[in-house]
């Protein structure tokens, strides 16, 4: 499949799963869970999903309740793009980026300091 269609899918995903986030999933008050990327396979079996969970002390945690709902996820998802077939299998992925730039600025403070 082309790189267009495929970056055409990879926004569609994206849209889609975040709104069943925010729509569909019960998510502890609090939290903010954002995707941040979102890559499928050349023959749309697979989905990487970058997902990004705010506040980072419980990330790994509501990560693990995610991954436990991955199938009801992907059959909300399937709701939603009855028109893509195959629907790809979806693969979370717990991006730490912001915790550990979160970090970093903290050790730089206390050097200042």
């Known amino acids: 499949m082309d790189s267009k ?4 899918v990879n926004e569609l ?6 709104a069943i986030f ?8 609090g939290f903010l869970i954002t995707i ?5 396979s050349n023959n749309l079996r697979e ?7 705010f506040p980072f002390t ?11 709902k991955i199938k009801y996820l ?3 998802l399937g709701k939603r793009l ?13 991006d730490q980026t912001e915790e550990k730039v979160d970090d970093l600025r903290q050790i730089f403070d206390e050097i200042r300091d």
Do not use: M, T, Y
């Open 5 to 8: 269609k495929i970056s055409q």
């Open 13 to 18: 995903i994206k849209r889609e799963l975040g």
């Open 22 to 29: 925010n729509r569909e999933l019960e998510v502890p008050d």
């Open 36 to 40: 941040l990327k979102v890559e499928v």
């Open 47 to 53: 989905a990487k999903v970058w997902v990004s969970i």
């Open 58 to 68: 419980q990330a790994e945690k509501v990560f693990a309740e995610l991954v436990k």
């Open 74 to 76: 992907r059959h909300l």
């Open 82 to 94: 009855k028109r893509l077939n195959p629907l790809p299998q979806i693969n979370l992925i717990l």
